[in-house]
């Protein structure tokens, strides 16, 4: 681990994890980095512990800045393991019974996951903490992402630790927004549909808040990724956006296929929302990971699901993706079922079922085809797709 002193006396400390490409479900092709940060104050504070497996690269971090013992204070602004993991090694390292503040969701987290005791100091929401030159203040971002998040700021070097938000699974040698430019965004983008879509309405009234008692920010410093130094307004407006998920003339056709029937009802349905000035893809479950159709997702104003129907029920990529997509509660969107089937054909059925329980607006009963789509068949499908376009602002 390189230690980067991002501001004076304040450091980050990256554990680059360069070969993760599974992060529980989610595709992280570029891999993943877990911050913590050390600040050299009269008490010495550590945020954060990254991850179990970089427990030792971290404290061999600190060891390059400072004697680990002289750590007086360790902030926990998250309780996931990927933050957290490594607390345990860390506190045996630099002494069990030094102060470990924490929300009070933390607390209770933190003591659910570790069966020593820490000499935990739950914090309250507005509380601060003096380091010496240094005022701490703590926020509560409750399921940012999830009930024990908070953000730590660090009043007088304006720098906010933001845990989970703002952060981006992507491993590099570069610390900063400006040393990576544009490249970061997708990465940020992928992200935030993926792991913090559910909690849109909570960003949206988190960045109205931070914007009415006027955070002022030289540093926004996620504990993924890298940090936003040239303009942290840029990822703070990207929130804002995403958020807001207002749907665009765009729609995905998500399906997956036995013997191509299914395959050739997605593409004409494709062809047809073409034809009425939509951008519409075809995404093959087989062929496009989860977490990368869920990025689409994010600014799609309809989503068309088909399925064969296999044993009497779906296709199995197809119930793995609407789970997903389920538990991510995108908002705004229209939708739409089609599938091919032998005998029973309850494909299509389920499917709307799902995507009535997720909250979306089916506006069509959808398209069912036995075996083989024919002309007429095909036609149905693109009459389903001129449908869809309608239902998609201009
Ligand atoms: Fe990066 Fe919710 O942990």
Redesign the pocket.
């Given at each position: 681990m390189k230690p980067v002193e991002i501001a004076k006396g304040i450091y980050c400390l990256p554990a680059i994890d360069w070969n993760i490409r599974d992060f529980h479900g989610y595709s992280v092709y570029k891999g993943s980095t877990y911050n913590a940060y050390l600040i050299l104050d009269e008490k010495v504070t550590l945020i954060d512990a990254v991850k179990k497996e970089f427990a030792d690269d971290l404290i061999k971090g600190i060891s390059q800045i400072i004697d680990p013992k002289k750590i007086d204070c360790v902030i926990s602004n998250?309780t996931?393991m990927?933050?957290s993991g490594g607390l345990s090694r860390v506190m045996h390292r630099i002494g069990e019974d030094k102060p470990l503040y924490c929300s009070k969701m933390g607390h209770k987290n933190l003591s659910k996951h570790f069966q020593q005791k820490f000499n935990y100091h739950p914090v309250e929401n507005g509380g601060e903490l003096n380091i010496g030159n240094r005022t701490l203040s703590f926020m509560e971002t409750r399921m940012l992402?999830?009930p024990d998040s908070m953000f730590t700021y660090a009043k007088e070097d304006r720098i906010l630790f933001a845990s989970?938000a703002f952060?981006q699974h992507y491993a590099s040698l570069e610390r900063f927004d400006d040393e990576v430019g544009d490249e970061i965004m997708p990465h940020a983008r992928k992200y935030f549909a993926n792991?913090l879509l559910p909690y849109a309405p909570l960003i949206l009234k988190l960045v109205a808040k931070v914007k009415e008692i006027g955070l002022a920010l030289d540093l926004l410093c996620p504990?993924?990724g890298i940090i936003w130094r040239k303009d942290p307004s840029k990822i703070i407006n990207a929130y804002v956006e995403w958020s807001e998920q207002k749907p665009k003339r765009k729609a995905l056709v998500i399906y997956d296929t036995m013997w191509h029937s299914t395959e050739a009802m997605a593409e004409a349905i494709v062809e047809s929302l073409g034809d009425e000035g939509v951008d519409a893809k075809p995404l093959k479950l087989r062929a496009s990971h989860r977490s990368d159709i869920i990025t689409e997702v994010l600014d799609a104003g309809a989503i068309i699901i088909g399925s064969p129907t296999l044993n009497n029920g779906l296709f199995p990529t197809v119930s793995d993706f609407l789970t997903y997509m389920k538990g991510l509660k995108p908002q705004n969107k229209v939708a739409a079922a089609f599938g091919s089937y032998g005998w029973s054909g309850e494909a299509v059925k389920l499917i709307n079922q799902e995507l009535e329980a997720a909250g979306f607006k089916v506006i069509d009963p959808g398209v069912r085809i036995n075996y083989v789509p024919d002309e007429e068949s095909l036609e149905a499908c693109r009459e389903l797709g001129k449908k869809i376009a309608q239902a998609l602002p201009a």
């Open positions: 998250h996931e990927d933050h992402h999830w989970d952060g792991i504990d993924h």
